[in-house]
DNA sequence: AGGTATTAGTTGCTTTTGTAACTAACAAGC
DNA sequence: GCTTGTTAGTTACAAAAGCAACTAATACCT
């Protein structure tokens, strides 16, 4: 193709945002992969849990945007690791409230402050203004 | 270091990256699925053709950074489809060069066309300074 | 009350990806 | 020329994601 001005794949945005979503999640999903055996889906879950207290797993899907399906695998992962526990609601039986557990509580917190290291070394070489923009931009490509 | 500035999702940069890249990717990706039952290795792979000319699976490789059994897979597929085109090379019986077949330009341009469509769309609502500092700041990022 | 519709969550099956082993062709050293 | 090593590409198997059908509990409607 010899156009005037040829289109780079580097020019296509959901390119760029793959590729550098793909490098910015490599090192931390090896490092909870490899320490605790988890899938991503499970860090997630787990987060929301631990930063939002306990909920469904219906609420889990709701907020964090994950299909249940693969909610319901994440938890029955994290039920056989004794991170979290599973908590019947006598009102309504069809509901059970997920718990983390003491271990899944200090995982969290291990994973979270290794997620704020990894942001932090990732943002060190911009400025917070930069930062700001990015957020924001991203944040509206996202419609979060 | 803890409770005081509460670690949110939308604060950790690989999240937001994935989500954003999620987004903007979607539909473009039903766009090339729907009409030509493609998955992203095999418009990758055509792209590269299209754009950079007649190659190996090997150069597609180095070139577009992906693994060799997701191009293999790809270039059956592209072949099954008539897209894409093996020469075998006389030199060496190890290396076929991939060619766009006449079909294979034609869904290559149509999809560029598309990718700058989708792109210039995304792009709108943003200034020229704010996409320029994006797309540096997701080079760095993806370390393209 | 009794049938129908919803909702929470799980399971099964199919598609896609990831990893590692494999084949085939060539190259190099002895 | 034969053994060893490399490179291109494929295939086989395992992990994971996506989708649809299913079960169980509750709500709704008459």
Redesign the interface.
Known sequence: ?QDDA?????????Y??????????RD?QSYYKGKYGMLRTEW?VL??LG?YGAMTARQVCDR?GIHKTKVSRAVAALDSKRFVRREEMAHDRRHEELHLTAQGRSVFADL??E??R??AA??A??TET?VK???A????????
Not at 16 to 21: G, H
Not at 137 to 144: D, H, K, V
């Open positions: 193709m040829p289109f780079d794949l580097r020019d296509f945005m959901p760029l945002l793959n590729q550098a979503a793909d490098a910015s999640s931390f997630r987060f929301h930063r964090a979270t402050q997620a704020q990894f942001d990732m943002l070489e911009f930069e923009q990015i957020r931009f991203l944040t509206r490509i996202a419609r979060l």
